[in-house]
Structures are given as structure tokens and as C-alpha cells.
């Protein structure tokens, strides 16, 4: 008796239509939410960068900007190993001129040596030059971070999930309150888009931390944006070459294919068929 009634309701269950579409989206949504328990990804602002997509650029504006905030704020406290000065006035980068890398080197103290009395001497960097990181080594930089380190950026953008929207959104994360319950531990900062919410950096950007010299207004967001391409470029600094020879591979194997289905056409027109 019972089971004809089950069969019978059934039966009327999926006559209607609306029963049937609740039923398969109540099916659905209970496959789709099994998962979700298990990682929680959180999302990054999205910023519509000049570098994305197949013809994307780097803003060569956005790099001098960036390179000049680095300079004045991150490189307080991080190295950027792999970049020389020399790399500033290469194509594809911020391309400042020679004289003005020369400068820019020259700002920075060079350790080098020894020399003939077996010394070590400090003297002014040179375009060849590497970077000069703000610390002799890890141990003086977690000394001088309360323990934390602060990571070498040449290649954090691309050491990151989502690199570019990540360390904009890591920027611009900081000042909101805690939520209820989560107790930032002394000496963090909380920032919801750092693994674990709280991170050891303080917030490095404030409004107007740099003074730009082309008019751009400097916001926490525009810094942010300026600093992200500079890093984009860093960790990447041959990417518009690498685009253009791309194209122009794929230029050629579209006129190639054009040639031999021309050729191949002529060829078999003679042929009776
Ligand atoms: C006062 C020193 C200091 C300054 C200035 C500073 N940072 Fe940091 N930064 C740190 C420390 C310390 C950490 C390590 C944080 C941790 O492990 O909790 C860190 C971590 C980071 C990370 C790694 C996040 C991750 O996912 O692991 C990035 C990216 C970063 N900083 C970018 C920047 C940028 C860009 C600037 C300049 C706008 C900057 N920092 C300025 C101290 C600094």
C-alpha cells in the first residue's frame, strides 16, 4: 500500500514542471556545496592591468611611478636580488634614460673589495650593480622585522596565486577592523587577504607617501597599482618581447598555411578527379 502511494506522489511530482526544476536544483546544489567546506579561496580585487591578455603592455608611466615607490618605501626593508640598475633603461621596462640610471646607481652604497690593503670598502653603485638589499643577511632583517622576514620581490608576483590582483589587494587590505573573535597576536597586522589574516608587515602605503612628479594624485590605490606593475615587470622583464615574437610566430604560420593551401590547390587542379 505505502509504496503505491510513494509511486503516486512521484508520478504527480514530476507531471509538474516546477516540482521537477526544484527537485533537480535542490539535487544540484546539494553535489555543488559538498566541496566547499574543505578551502574557503579567498577574492582579490581585480584590477584591469595593462600587462593582461595577448597585446597587454607594461604602463611605462606606472613603472617609473612604481619603481620610484619601491625605492622610497619597500626597499627599507626588501631586496630585489635579481634586478640590476641596468635593467631600468632597458626596452620593455621603466626605460629610464642612461644618465638617469647612472644616478639612480650612484645613490646607492656598494660593498665591494678587497682592495690591495685586503680591505673591504664601500663606494657608489654603478649601472652594472645589483640592487643593494637593505640587510647584510636573513638573520639582521628578521632582527630588525620582530622576527618576521621581509621576502626578496623579484619574483612575488609570479610566486603568488593571482600575483598582481594579490599584492594589490594585500596593499590596499590593511585599516579595516578585525571581525569579532579573530585576536591579532602583538606585532601583526591585520589584513584580511594575507594567509591567516595577519600579517607581520605594517601597512606600508599611506596617502601621499611619495611625492610624484607627474601629477598623479598619490592615493594608497594609485601607489599600489604603480608599485604592482613595477614588481609585474621585475619578476617578468622580458614579457613584451616575449608577446611580440609570439604574434609574429603566429603571423607566419597563418601566411604559411594560406601559401601551402594556395600551392596545394594549383598543385591538384591538373589532376582529373
Ligand atoms: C618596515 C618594513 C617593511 C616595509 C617598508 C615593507 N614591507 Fe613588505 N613585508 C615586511 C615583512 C616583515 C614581511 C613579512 C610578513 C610576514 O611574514 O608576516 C613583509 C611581507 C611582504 C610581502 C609578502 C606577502 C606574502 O604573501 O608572503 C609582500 C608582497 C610585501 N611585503 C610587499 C611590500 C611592498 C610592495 C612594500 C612597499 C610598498 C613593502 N612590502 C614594504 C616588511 C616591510
Known amino acids: 500500500m505505502g509504496v503505491k502511494i510513494m509511486i503516486r506522489t512521484l508520478k504527480t511530482m514530476f507531471r509538474s514542471k516546477i516540482t521537477a526544476t526544484t527537485l533537480a536544483l535542490v539535487i544540484l546544489s546539494a553535489v555543488n556545496l559538498t566541496p566547499v567546506s574543505a578551502k574557503v579561496e579567498i577574492e582579490f580585487e581585480k584590477q584591469d592591468w595593462s ?23 619597500c626597499a627599507a626593508c626588501h631586496s630585489l636580488n635579481l634586478a640590476s640598475y641596468r635593467n631600468l633603461s632597458q626596452a620593455g621596462g621603466p626605460e629610464f634614460s642612461e644618465e638617469q640610471v647612472k644616478a639612480i646607481a650612484a645613490e646607492a ?13 664601500d663606494r657608489p653603485g654603478r649601472p652594472s650593480d645589483k640592487f643593494v638589499s637593505p640587510y647584510p643577511n636573513d638573520e639582521a632583517a628578521r632582527a630588525a622585522n620582530g622576527g618576521a622576514l621581509p621576502p626578496d620581490l623579484s619574483l612575488i608576483i609570479k610566486a603568488r596565486r593571482d600575483g598582481a590582483n594579490y599584492l594589490y589587494s594585500l596593499m590596499t587590505g590593511y585599516g579595516e577592523e ?3 573573535g579573530v585576536e591579532v ?38 601607489m599600489s ?14 614579457m613584451e618581447a616575449r608577446k611580440t615574437m609570439g604574434f609574429k610566430v603566429l603571423l607566419y604560420l ?16 591538373r589532376v582529373k578527379h
Request: aromatic share 14%; proline share 7%; hydrophobic share 35%.
Open 254 to 269: 597563418i601566411i604559411l598555411a594560406g601559401l601551402l593551401y594556395a600551392t596545394t590547390r594549383k598543385l591538384w587542379s
Open 178 to 180: 578585525p571581525p569579532a
Open 185 to 222: 597576536r602583538d606585532g601583526m597586522n591585520y589584513n584580511p587577504f594575507f594567509t591567516g589574516a595577519q600579517i607581520a608587515m605594517p601597512a606600508p602605503l599611506s596617502e601621499e607617501a611619495v611625492e610624484y612628479s607627474d601629477g598623479t594624485k598619490p592615493t594608497v590605490e594609485n
Open 225 to 238: 597599482r604603480d608599485v604592482v606593475t613595477f614588481l609585474a615587470w621585475a619578476s617578468e622583464p622580458h
Open 109 to 121: 652604497e656598494v660593498r665591494d673589495g678587497p682592495n690591495d690593503d685586503g680591505e673591504m670598502f
Open 51 to 73: 600587462f593582461n591578455g595577448i597585446f597587454g603592455t607594461y604602463d611605462r608611466g606606472a613603472l617609473q611611478r612604481g619603481f620610484q615607490v619601491y625605492k622610497e618605501v
